[in-house]
């Protein structure tokens, strides 16, 4: 089985960098997702971690060691529209193609 | 379809009703998964079909759920004897294949009164 976690809520100030993290325990891992959700809304994909290391996209940057089991997302010069629930997800390894989703954290970012 | 497209987005039903719950995956994805939100929590998974394959139900919560997948296209999500603690919003969402991005729908909101 897997279980993943990661902190319910986090505020931070418009322009200021913020780091999430997830932490993951697996049977088998092939990968972690971040997803990111506007209250009432689908959740969209922000970010894929197969290996270790960071990968930067523009404001958002996702790292993972595989060793520790953790990942985080980081949103540098946030913006008010940052405000929303982001969903860390894993991959399970074995030919089981169905992720597992932690409960989000809820980012209120504050002017 | 440009997106993955459910219906209805909004469903009231009495307790005890049946509902149906419908999904149009993106055209040429072969994975689609059914997921539950309840507010304020993650995602549950309920449902996974893969090509032909038979689908994994290991998420279901009880048999009064059940799913299919026609033509390896649209998805029908059944709830029978809907419960009150079936209210919450169910989405759906598809991959070209295990492990690639997964593309969400705007989910149905279900509320059993």
């Known amino acids: 089985g897997q279980n993943i976690d990661q902190p319910t809520e986090m505020t931070a100030t418009e322009g200021a960098i913020v780091q999430i993290n997830c932490t993951y325990q697996t049977s088998g891992f092939n990968g972690l997702f971040w997803y990111q959700q506007h209250a009432g809304e689908a959740p969209t994909f922000l970010s894929y971690n197969v290996l270790d290391g960071l990968e930067e996209k523009g404001r958002f940057s996702s790292f993972l060691s595989r060793s520790k089991g953790y990942s985080y997302l980081l949103l540098k010069e946030l913006q008010m529209k940052d405000s929303a629930s982001y969903l860390c997800?894993?991959?399970?390894?074995?030919?089981?193609?169905?992720?597992?989703f932690g409960r989000g954290t809820s980012l209120i970012v504050h002017p | 379809g440009a997106g993955v497209s459910q219906s209805p987005s909004n469903k009231v039903t009495e307790k005890g009703k049946d509902v149906e719950l419908r999904c149009d995956p993106i055209s040429g994805h072969t994975a689609l998964y059914w997921y539950r939100q309840s507010l304020g929590q993650g995602l549950e998974f309920l449902i996974y079909f893969q090509g032909n394959s038979a689908p994994d139900k290991s998420g279901l919560p009880s048999d009064r759920f059940s799913a299919e997948r026609t033509g390896g296209s649209v998805s029908t999500l059944t709830i029978q004897r809907t419960q009150q603690e079936d209210s919450a919003v169910y989405l759906c969402?598809?991959?070209?294949?295990?492990?690639?991005?997964?593309?969400f729908g705007q989910g149905t909101r279900l509320t059993v009164v």
């Open positions: 997800a894993a991959y399970p390894s074995g030919g089981s193609y169905i992720p597992t």
């Open positions: 969402a598809s991959n070209v294949r295990g492990n690639t991005e997964a593309f």
